[in-house]
Nanobody, 119 residues
Framework: QVQLEESGGGLVQDGNSLTLACTTS????????MGWFRQAPGKERDFVAA????????RYSDSVKGRFTISRDLARNAIYLRMNSLKPEDTANYLC????????????WGQGTQVTVSS
């Protein structure tokens, strides 16, 4: 069983930065592909970023590419999402997700952490 817990959300002004963290339970972290998604009220959940087992390969949605950076720390069983140049349209509940290598769908989800960007 994999449990995920996000932290680091909050209220920030347009143009500022914020770093989210997601910690995992258990000893499976090194076997998990990890990702971040976000969901704004009344909208569908959208992919934000993902990082592979090694931490060397990442991908981003077009809307955050160049502003957000995903990283992982094997020693802390954690991933991070550094968000720079935040915009009001980045306001959403940010969810951490995980899946084992070879799985097509994201199987494990956290509860999310709210990010609000004021203009």
């Amino acid at each position: 069983q994999v449990q995920l817990e996000e932290s680091g959300g909050g209220l920030v002004q347009d143009g500022n930065s914020l770093t989210l963290a997601c910690t995992t339970s258990g000893r499976a972290f090194s076997l998990l592909t990890m990702g971040w998604f976000r969901q704004a009220p009344g909208k569908e959940r959208d992919f934000v970023a993902a990082i592979d087992l090694s931490g060397r390969n990442t991908r981003y949605s077009d809307s955050v590419k160049g502003r957000f950076t995903i990283s992982r720390d094997l020693a802390r069983n954690a991933i991070y999402l550094r968000m720079n140049s935040l915009k009001p349209e980045d306001t959403a509940n940010y969810l951490c997700a995980a899946k084992f290598r070879g799985d097509e769908e994201w199987k494990y989800w956290g509860q999310g952490t709210q990010v609000t960007v004021s203009s």
